[in-house]
């Protein structure tokens, strides 16, 4: 019997034997050490207040699933309460809860860009984007990353050869693997230039940057050609994503995204956890400032040391190349006491294996700076 199982599972064996040739063989390890690798960038995913307005909530009677979709018995008055308060918070006319920041890209694309449209794709926005797209109705096409020029050329060539569609620009706010930020103003342009929709994951920004944390596209939300996705498992400490968009287009996912009519509801205990996370940002803007003020000092201390920074943001990368050379480096960090985590492709392209480095206040100055000569001397050897 286990010969036949083994026979069936050659495949898969096979398939495994060639990431770990090439060094990109993935496993689950536990998390140990200074957290230099968390999205958690708030330190909120601990929070006792949070702990306390879930603990409430159990107390109030809110149950711990929703028991069916939304549609059905599973819509409950805690994801309306978070959906409201988003809305106002972000300044969108209206907002909708999904289980994650992944569903809620591949829901989006899979369901409002229609048949004869066109989806501009950033080349380095989430794999979920990607996903959303190839699954979705509409054409697509990548351009290059951070390219106004080719965002603008790729429309126009799509349109030379006949495409008579909508357009749909989407781009991340901020790139979660090299840590740069995206031309959003030039982007919001682009985009009223050609009639066009915007679409951007707000992923790594939203909590971080903006007005208390509103994130980068804070200015333009609200805009009827806007859509942005703000995930809520990062800097918000919980889980789930919200998409703010017009009414009209929430309405149109509530009648037609499969994702979120064929799945059970989102916890609304989770609901509460991140409506209390968006109370926080308004009322203790004092973690946002931290976390600034200790992206500056790293920034600082990385040119001090003549180490490569290629970023301005919370997410350093620092770019090895060879794959197993950068898990090598990302092992000796750890047994120092720092979880830095190895990056292969494809989450990156060829050749790029690096460090991602993540900057949360779950660390301080002085963890920076012993991280930080830990990362020097190994590079070194």
């Given at each position: 019997m286990n010969s036949i199982h083994a026979g069936k599972a050659v495949r898969y064996s096979s398939a495994l034997n060639v990431l770990k040739e090439d060094h990109r063989l993935r496993s689950l390890s536990p998390r140990a050490g200074k957290d230099f690798t968390s999205n958690d960038y708030l330190a909120l995913a601990n929070a006792p207040r949070i702990k306390k307005a879930v603990l409430a909530a159990v107390e109030a009677g809110t149950p711990i699933g929703a028991g069916g979709s939304r549609l059905l018995r599973g819509n409950c008055e805690e994801h309306e309460s978070l959906e409201a308060e988003a809305a106002s918070f972000?300044?969108?006319?209206?907002?909708?809860?999904?289980?994650?920041?992944?569903?809620?890209?591949?829901?989006?694309?899979?369901?409002?860009?229609?048949?004869?449209?066109?989806?501009?794709?950033?080349?380095?926005?989430?794999?979920?984007?990607?996903?959303?797209?190839?699954?979705?109705?509409?054409?697509?096409?990548?351009?290059?990353?951070?390219?106004?020029?080719?965002?603008?050329?790729?429309?126009?060539?799509?349109?030379?050869?006949?495409?008579?569609?909508?357009?749909?620009?989407?781009?991340?706010?901020?790139?979660?693997?090299?840590?740069?930020?995206?031309?959003?103003?030039?982007?919001?342009?682009?985009?009223?230039?050609?009639?066009?929709?915007?679409?951007?994951?707000?992923?790594?920004?939203?909590?971080?940057?903006?007005?208390?944390?509103?994130?980068?596209?804070?200015?333009?939300?609200?805009?009827?050609?806007?859509l942005v996705v703000h995930t809520c498992g990062k800097a918000l400490g919980a889980a789930g994503a919200l998409v703010t968009a017009s009414g009209i287009l929430r309405d149109f996912m509530i009648n037609r995204c499969r994702p979120f009519i064929f799945a059970t509801a989102p916890s609304p205990l989770i609901a509460v956890a991140v409506q209390e996370a968006i109370l926080m940002l308004q009322q203790e803007p004092e973690r946002q400032q931290r976390l600034i003020e200790l992206v500056a000092f790293t920034h600082r201390q990385i040119k001090q040391r003549g180490l490569k920074g290629p970023s301005d943001s919370q997410i350093v990368p620092f770019i090895v190349g060879d794959n197993a050379r950068a898990m090598r480096l990302a092992s000796a960090l750890q047994a120092r006491g720092f979880d830095i985590r190895g990056i292969r492709p494809p989450t990156v392209p060829a050749g790029t294996a690096r460090l991602r480095i993540s900057l949360t206040l779950n660390v301080i100055e002085d963890d920076v700076c012993a991280m930080l000569d830990a990362l020097a001397e190994e590079t070194k050897r």
């Open positions: 972000f300044g969108a006319e209206t907002a909708l809860f999904f289980g994650g920041g992944y569903v809620a890209n591949f829901a989006v694309l899979t369901t409002v860009p229609q048949k004869g449209d066109l989806l501009v794709l950033d080349s380095l926005v989430h794999a979920s984007i990607h996903e959303g797209a190839r699954a979705g109705r509409a054409d697509f096409r990548i351009s290059a990353h951070n390219d106004l020029d080719s965002v603008e050329s790729t429309i126009r060539d799509w349109r030379a050869k006949g495409g008579v569609g909508r357009i749909w620009i989407v781009a991340e706010s901020l790139y979660s693997m090299d840590g740069d930020f995206a031309p959003l103003q030039e982007l919001v342009a682009l985009a009223d230039l050609h009639d066009a929709f915007l679409m951007v994951d707000e992923a790594h920004a939203t909590g971080v940057y903006g007005a208390k944390g509103r994130g980068l596209t804070a200015p333009y939300e609200g805009r009827e050609n806007l």
